[in-house]
Each structure stands twice: as structure tokens, then as C-alpha cells.
């Protein structure tokens, strides 16, 4: 079941890329010195670790959801079995290499990672205490994943009549606990800001691309100028609503609300701008050389190991591999390593699991 839509490719090379960056922002690798408040928050945005991972899961339902498609297509059933080997042998071993990493300089007391912390690790859940220490805090989205495909396809396959409805009624819960969570803040371990449960709508809104592509995409290939304006009025609105200040506290608060419910980077607002994007970047005529050449191609096919290790060098200090150009070498570096000595192998294990 290999297939490749052209460009989106590139779209996920610029997903872990955005995430990188902002690491390199928020570790004080790069310094952004931009005078302009608005033009400020419209880089932030730009290069937001959040919005990069947003992107990712967006693309990652409506990958996966259409695989499942495919398959019931072509062979009238879902082989869930094969489907589970399939993701445990994408994401399990590079991520085993990763721990085994980290437990080696545990034990050598070169890094100190708690046992909590070990633990959601090993089990998913990272998005409990994603905050205990910051060079595994980025496995909180692997959680999410894991979660959403271990249920997804049952979902899939017990909800085939009303798959559309199921859907959109997941898409909304995790609005409604970004309601709550805004109005009652830290009170629920499992209702943090990178929680399962406020997080996992960017991925559904991709199934849900899947599930009606074709409708999504006339709508919006009919309707290309509109579309083009809702994109900057959303990416404005996104960007500057954090901006909005006034001598009325109600507005203010107004303000906060929808910026932490509707455009935060896990919010629907981003989300929609992701699909947007997404169906115009597939119904591209020809490749888009921004996002398809040799650079994006081989960040793309790196991307998933560029994505567990680039938080151990962008996060260190005060060592010899501190230096930004050195932590860019090894987050290339290590990956590249990765994925021709183990996950390239791995992947041909994968394929005898397809449904073709």
C-alpha cells in the first residue's frame, strides 16, 4: 500500500522543520530581533513548534485515513492486524534506539530523567507530565498518535455507516475541553494544553478530510479566491488576536477565550487553515518545487527520526555540541544514521504487511 501524493511530502519536511527552529528560538540558538509587534507574532506563528506538530497531524489522519480507505476499496475488509504491525514497526525501533539512548547517559548520570517520566515514555502517555524534563518532553505527541492508532481503525471499521457523524462529534469534544480547561485551568492532569484530549481534533480533521475528500475539494478549488482571502483573514486573526488590548475587560477576556478555544495552534482555526492548505497543495496541477525537491525529499524521508532526536541538541547548553551549527550537524547527522542502518530495514519488514 505505498503511494505518494505528490507535494505533500514537503509539507511534512517543513512540519519537523518548523519544530526544529522553534526549538532553536526557545533555547536561544537563533535570535529573532524584530522590532514590529505584529510582524513578530506572524513569524512566531510561522515557527511555532505547535503549529509544525498541528501539521503533522492533520497530514497524519488523512494519510492514514485514506490508506484504510484504499484498502477496504480494493479488498472490501480492513486487515486491523497487519495495520497494527505497520504503525509498531514505523514508530517503535527508531523510538527503542532513542530510549535506549537516553538510558545509557541516565545511567551514566550524564542526564537525569525521573521515573515518571521513563514511564509515560515507555507507555504513550508523555502528554501526563510532559513538563518533568525538557529533552523527552517532545514525546508527547508520539502518545497521541499511538492512541489514535490503536482506536482509529476500530472506529473505522464499527462505524461504517456513520463514520462522517462520528467523526465531526470527535472533532468537537476536545473544543468543549478547551471550554473547560480555559475555565477551570489545571484542574485535570489529562486536560493540559499538549493533552490527548485537547490535541487530538487536528488529527481527526484529517480523517475527516479523507473520509470526504472529494466534497472538501470541489468546495474549495470552486471557490480558490475565497479561499485564498478566509487563509489571511485566519492566519491575521491567529496571529493578532493576542495583540488585542482595549480599556474593556469583557473584550480582553473575550479575547483570551478565543485565542486559548478557537485560535490557539491546536485550536480549530489553525486546523482549518492546515486542511485548506493541504487540498490546495493536492490539487496542484504539477509538483511545487518549494515542496518538492531534493532537500524537502530527503528532510521528508529523514523526518520522523529528525523528529526524536533534534530535542537532545536543541535543548543542550554548555557543552561541545551546544553550538548551533554543531546541534544542526548531529540533528542531521544522527537520523540520516538512523534511517539507513535501521528504519530503512525495518521498512521492508513493514511492506509484507501491506494489503496489496
Known amino acids: 500500500m505505498n503511494f505518494r501524493i505528490k507535494n505533500l511530502d514537503g509539507i511534512r519536511a517543513y512540519s519537523v522543520i518548523i519544530v526544529v527552529i522553534n526549538h532553536l528560538i526557545l533555547n536561544n540558538k537563533i535570535t529573532l ?10 513569524v512566531m506563528f510561522i515557527l511555532d513548534g505547535q503549529f509544525g506538530v498541528s501539521i503533522f497531524f492533520v497530514l497524519s489522519g488523512f ?9 477496504e476499496r480494493k479488498k472490501k475488509y480492513i486487515n486491523v492486524k497487519n495495520f497494527y504491525y505497520r504503525r509498531a514497526l514505523r514508530i517503535i525501533p527508531p523510538f527503542l534506539l532513542l530510549l535506549l ?13 525521573s521515573h515518571d517520566s521513563w514511564l509515560t515514555m515507555i507507555t504513550y502517555t508523555k502528554w ?4 518533568l524534563d525538557q529533552i523527552t518532553a517532545h514525546t508527547w505527541s508520539l502518545g497521541i498518535e499511538q492512541f489514535f492508532y490503536l482506536f482509529w481503525p476500530i472506529i473505522f471499521i464499527l462505524f461504517k455507516k456513520n463514520r462522517i457523524k462520528i467523526t465531526i462529534s470527535l472533532i468537537v ?9 480555559f475555565i477551570y485551568p489545571e484542574s485535570c492532569i489529562l486536560l493540559n494544553e499538549l493533552s490527548l484530549f485537547i490535541r487530538v481534533d487536528s488529527i481527526l480533521i484529517g ?8 466534497r472538501i475539494n470541489e468546495v474549495i478549488i470552486n471557490n480558490k479566491k475565497t479561499m485564498f482571502f478566509l487563509l489571511i483573514a485566519l492566519v491575521i486573526i491567529v496571529t493578532w488576536i493576542p495583540l488585542l488590548q482595549c480599556n474593556l475587560k469583557i473584550i480582553n477576556q473575550l479575547s483570551k477565550f478565543l485565542g486559548a478555544v478557537i485560535f490557539s495552534h491546536s485550536g480549530f482555526a489553525v486546523n482549518l487553515i492546515i486542511l485548506i492548505f493541504i487540498t490546495l497543495t493536492i490539487d496542484s496541477k504539477n509538483k511545487l518545487f518549494i515542496l518538492d525537491n531534493i532537500f524537502v525529499n530527503y528532510i521528508a524521508k529523514i523526518s520522523y527520526g529528525l523528529y526524536l532526536w533534534q530535542q537532545f541538541f536543541t535543548c543542550s547548553s554548555n557543552s561541545w555540541y551546544s553550538n548551533l551549527w554543531i546541534s544542526i550537524f548531529f540533528i542531521i547527522l544522527i537520523p540520516t544514521i538512523s534511517y539507513f542502518l535501521l528504519e530503512k530495514n525495518v521498512l521492508k519488514l513493514k511492506n509484507k504487511f501491506d494489503s496489496d
Request: net charge negative; proline share 2%.
Open 33 to 42: 530581533n524584530i522590532d514590529n509587534h505584529f510582524i513578530e507574532s506572524f
Open 63 to 71: 494519510l492514514i485515513n485514506t490508506l484504510l480507505i484504499r484498502e
Open 101 to 113: 539512548f537516553y538510558l545509557i547517559l541516565d545511567i551514566f548520570s550524564y542526564v537525569e530523567i
Open 128 to 131: 501526563l507530565n510532559w513538563k
Open 173 to 181: 469534544i476536545p473544543t468543549i475541553f478547551r471550554i473547560y480547561n
Open 207 to 214: 480523517c475527516l478530510l479523507a473520509l470526504k475528500f472529494e
